[in-house]
């Protein structure tokens, strides 16, 4: 059976963009004849600094906005990627593997590095090494991701391809990556360049899943646009970012294409556009906002699932690990 992964750093509060490009897919792939496995990748976060109390607390909150975003812990496996060892083990063997020039490519790695790059963390740098070790540990065939992961989709496909043309095996998938749908990029709303981002200094340059219908409209009113009316079809706002984003995020959430959006609102401006927007995103996210409550309430319960999770990963993860160690010729002798 094909076998789906994919994670989200546990680096602050989930966004919109992580609900749309990520968890609402997460969700929609289940039942769907493939595995679906879904981690919270811990081990990333942590290349930047992450306070502890903190890290622990966003840990389970990622949880909950999995769960109450669909994500059934009995239909996927769900855990965080620090309790599966097999994930850091095979990370060190993608180190041997991987080139460093690969890694000074990535433009996740430039954009967070800035100017800085000598005095970043190192496992900043080899932070795509960690993933392609969580993608390859399952051998899992697809990932579902946003825009923005399809460089380190490819580099985790070199590294599969680099490690079977050097051992001469066929052991690791060239895993395919699964960009759909209208909302594989959600844009920040104060600026229709960059991307909506959970670490972005500016709380009103995303919606973040934790946020209550009153903030949710004012950030949407305040987003930032253009004062011209909308036309009839997406290939209109080509040179209009801001808008385009509020239109497709609209599209996204309505489960239509944005060209059916804007057949509803052509030649009409913001102030019809944003409070009608404002009442879709406060439609679908206050339930989601309500089952996180609920799950936080009980922090216990997050932690059973996601060891219970663990345990299962760890079942599939550990046989590839194993195998992966004996082809490298890595004596095991238990
Ligand atoms: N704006 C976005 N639009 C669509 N998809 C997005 N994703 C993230 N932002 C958007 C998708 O969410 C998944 C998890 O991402 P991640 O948490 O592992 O890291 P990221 O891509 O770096 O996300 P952030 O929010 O920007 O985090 P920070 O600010 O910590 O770097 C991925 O599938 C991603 O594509």
Redesign the pocket.
């Known amino acids: 059976t094909p076998r789906i992964f ?7 509060g ?5 609900y ?4 609402k897919r997460f969700a929609a792939l289940q039942g769907q004849g493939a595995e679906t496995i879904y981690c919270l ?1 811990d081990l ?2 942590i290349t ?1 600094w992450q306070e502890p109390e903190t890290l622990r607390r966003n840990i389970r909150e990622a949880a909950a906005a999995f769960m109450a975003s669909g994500v059934d812990p009995a239909q996927s496996i769900l855990f965080n990627q620090s309790q599966v060892s097999a994930h850091a083990e095979m990370a060190w063997l993608f180190n041997t593997v991987a080139r460093v020039g690969w890694m000074y490519r990535m433009t ?1 790695f430039k954009d ?1 590095a800035g100017k800085n790059s000598e005095n970043v963390s190192l496992g900043l740098l080899a932070y795509p090494a960690l993933m392609a070790a969580d993608i390859l540990t399952y051998q899992a065939t697809a ?7 399809k460089q380190h989709l490819e580099l985790t496909r070199d590294i599969a391809a680099k490690f079977n043309h050097d051992y001469g095996v066929e052991h690791f998938p060239l895993t395919e990556p699964l ?1 759909e749908g209208v ?6 709303l104060r600026d229709g360049s960059k ?6 200094p500016s709380d009103a340059s ?1 919606i973040n899943l934790t946020d209550d219908a009153d903030a949710i409209a004012q950030k949407i009113r305040k987003a930032r646009t253009d004062a011209d009316p909308l036309p009839g079809s997406i290939e209109g706002l080509k040179d209009r970012p801001e808008a385009r984003n509020l239109v497709n995020i609209h599209a996204a959430l309505s489960d239509q294409t944005p060209d059916q959006v804007l057949a509803q609102y052509e030649g009409q401006g913001f102030g019809a556009f944003k409070p009608a927007l404002a009442e879709l995103a406060v439609a679908t996210l206050a339930p989601i906002n309500r089952r996180m409550a609920e799950f936080m309430a009980d922090p216990a319960e997050i932690d059973r699932i996601l060891g219970q999770g663990a345990q299962r990963a760890d079942q599939i993860a550990t046989p590839i690990l194993d195998r992966t160690k004996e082809i490298m010729g890595l004596l095991r002798s238990r």
């Open positions: 994919s994670g989200i750093q546990p680096s602050g989930l966004t919109l963009g992580n749309l490009g990520a968890l990748v990333h976060a930047v996740q967070k990932v579902p991701v946003g825009e923005d992961q960009i909302a594989t990029r959600v844009m920040s991307k909506m981002s959970k670490s972005d995303r």
